[in-house]
C-alpha cells in the first residue's frame, strides 16, 4: 500500500459491549473478516465524548471506563465498505474519515 489512503478512526469507551465481548475487540476482528489491511485497538489515558463525562484511570490506577480509539488504514473504497458494518456496531462512538498518505513501511 503506496500513496494516498484513507484513515478510519473509531472512538469507543473500554466498557462498551458487542454480543458480551468488548467491543473493540469486536471491532478489530470485524475489520480483518472485511479484508482491511490494518487495524489497532489503542487505550486512551484520558477523554470526554458527546455526554461530557470525563473517562481516566481511576482510583488506585483502577481503570474507569477508559477511552479507546482504533485506527485502521486501507484505500477509500474498502473503508467506505466497512464503515455500515462497523456503525451497526458503535452505538455511542464515533467514527471518522480521514485523509492519509502511506510513506513508509510493509
Given at each position: 500500500m503506496n500513496g494516498a489512503v484513507k484513515a478510519l478512526l473509531v472512538f469507543v469507551n473500554e466498557a462498551d459491549t458487542w454480543n458480551n465481548r468488548p467491543l473493540y475487540q469486536a471491532v478489530v476482528e470485524r475489520l480483518q473478516q472485511l479484508g482491511v489491511a490494518g487495524a489497532t485497538a489503542q487505550v486512551g489515558l484520558m477523554g470526554f465524548g458527546h455526554h461530557?463525562?470525563?473517562?481516566?484511570?481511576?482510583?488506585?490506577?483502577?481503570?474507569?471506563?477508559?477511552?479507546?480509539?482504533i485506527v485502521s488504514v486501507d484505500?477509500?473504497?474498502?473503508?467506505?465498505?466497512?464503515?455500515?458494518?462497523?456503525?451497526?456496531m458503535v452505538r455511542e462512538g464515533l467514527l471518522v474519515l480521514l485523509d492519509a498518505e502511506v510513506v513508509g513501511g510493509g
Open positions: 461530557m463525562r470525563v473517562h481516566h484511570k481511576g482510583l488506585f490506577g483502577i481503570a474507569d471506563d477508559r477511552p479507546i480509539t484505500d477509500e473504497a474498502r473503508l467506505r465498505f466497512v464503515i455500515p458494518d462497523i456503525r451497526t
